[in-house]
């Protein structure tokens, strides 16, 4: 990891170390694993800012804690439609031994943050018309924890 960092706000100067630790390559760094696992336990007080839950979910899953991925994600996803966020949340569905129960929580985590869940639905990309023969399994599994809810009207969404 090179290059310095000059920042004279807190939360700015963390999400700029977050994405220096991102695009670093440390799948055999012991050294550098344990570095971002403290920086992921410092930070995590200020994962509710978009941008650093944006960045905390990116790193949580190089270090493959993809269920806190999702509950970092979460204000971004509130916040903004960003594709890369649609990418770490189908990442860490994916990669769930649970993917039903995952969705169903995160989902839920959702509901406490917000109660618009069809702008949640929306930015994640989701046609809640579609049916599991036409779209992959981790988004079927979050259309049918969205359903779950009842926290909005299916045909208010866009199809």
């Known amino acids: 990891m090179s290059g310095n960092v000059v920042c004279t706000d807190r939360d700015k100067c963390l999400s700029s170390r977050a994405q220096i630790l991102a695009n670093s390559n440390f799948k055999d760094d012991q050294e550098l694993i344990e570095i971002l696992n403290g920086f992921l336990i410092l930070s995590k007080s200020k994962w509710s800012s978009p941008s650093l839950g944006y960045a905390a979910a990116t790193l949580l899953i190089k270090v493959n804690r993809h269920e806190e991925a999702l509950t970092a994600v979460i204000p971004a996803l509130i916040h903004t439609a960003y ?65 779950d809810t009842r926290l909005f009207d299916e045909n208010q969404l866009v199809k």
């Not at 949340?89 to 109660?115: C, D, G, M, R, Y």
Request: aromatic share 4%; glycine share 2%.
């Open 83 to 147: 594709p890369k966020i649609r990418q770490i949340v189908h990442e860490a569905l994916t990669a769930s031994n649970e993917p039903k129960a995952t969705a169903k929580a995160f989902v839920q985590q959702i509901s406490q943050k917000t109660s618009n869940m069809k702008i949640v639905a929306n930015h994640l990309g989701i046609n809640m018309s579609e049916t599991s023969d036409s779209i992959n399994q981790p988004c079927y599994y979050l259309i049918q924890a969205l359903r």
